[in-house]
């Protein structure tokens, strides 16, 4: 089990920006996983893939509906992982979720079993 903690959401305008924190407890999210994603539920909806970044090579991937506006990062420590949002739309209104999946990355919602708590991030019109 990796153990995360999500932090930084909000209530922004759109257009605003927030960024996002996922950090690890004890350790560097590189020993226990080959893959660090975000997804994020709507309210009434089920949970979508965000983004996701391989800490090992830093490769990053993002969904359509993100890509251009969001930014998934890793820390030099590799304890933390960032998703920086710009641009925000009231689309964007969600509770979001990092994950750790010990395999290479993907984008099932289901492939990933270590979740944060979740942080609930609301962007008005």
């Known amino acids: 089990q990796v153990r995360l903690v999500e932090s930084g959401g909000g209530s922004v305008q759109a257009g605003g920006s927030l960024r996002l924190s996922c950090a690890a407890s004890?350790?560097?999210?590189?020993?226990?996983?080959?893959?660090i994603g975000w997804f994020r539920q709507p309210p009434g909806k089920e949970r979508e893939w965000v983004a996701h970044i391989s800490p090992r090579y830093g490769r990053t991937e993002y969904s359509a509906s993100v890509k251009g506006r969001f930014t998934i990062s890793l820390d030099n420590a590799q304890i933390t992982v960032y998703l920086q949002m710009n641009s925000l739309k009231p689309e964007d209104t969600a509770v979001y979720y990092c994950?750790?999946?010990?395999?290479?990355?993907?984008?099932?919602?289901?492939?990933?079993?270590?979740w944060g708590q979740g942080t609930q991030v609301t962007v008005s019109s």
């Open positions: 004890g350790y560097t999210v590189s020993d226990k996983a080959n893959c």
């Open positions: 994950a750790a999946r010990r395999l290479g990355c993907a984008t099932s919602k289901d492939a990933y079993n270590d």
